[in-house]
């Protein structure tokens, strides 16, 4: 299995995701995980709950506070996503340049 892909079930169907980024908060003394659905353009996130045979299961997230802690770091993930892709795009313009 892929790492950086789950399977959740939402409303009795098995879907897909892409893991984004997991987050520990000292503030909440809680795991994250925010996930973006492969079959549609939808970001979620959810709480992981580690079990004592090192496994897990996910809860809600369950304040506005937590939601716009996540959505905070979501910016920040996407923004540094977009100045990786920026750099890389100035960086194939160089090597073409050099060509």
Do not use: P
Not at 1 to 18: A, F, Q, R, S, Y
């Amino acid at each position: 299995m892929d790492e950086n892909k789950l399977t959740i079930i939402l409303d009795g169907e098995e879907v897909m995701c892409d893991i984004l980024f997991t987050h520990y908060s000292e503030q909440y003394e809680k795991n994250y995980v925010v996930f973006q659905f492969t079959d549609r353009d939808e970001i979620s996130a959810a709480v992981f709950i580690e079990t004592e045979n090192g496994e897990g299961f996910f809860e809600d997230v369950q304040t506005e506070e937590e939601w716009e802690m996540l959505d905070e770091l979501l910016e920040n993930y996407v923004g540094d996503d977009e100045e990786d892709l920026e750099d890389q795009e100035d960086d194939d313009a160089l090597e073409d340049d050099r060509a």
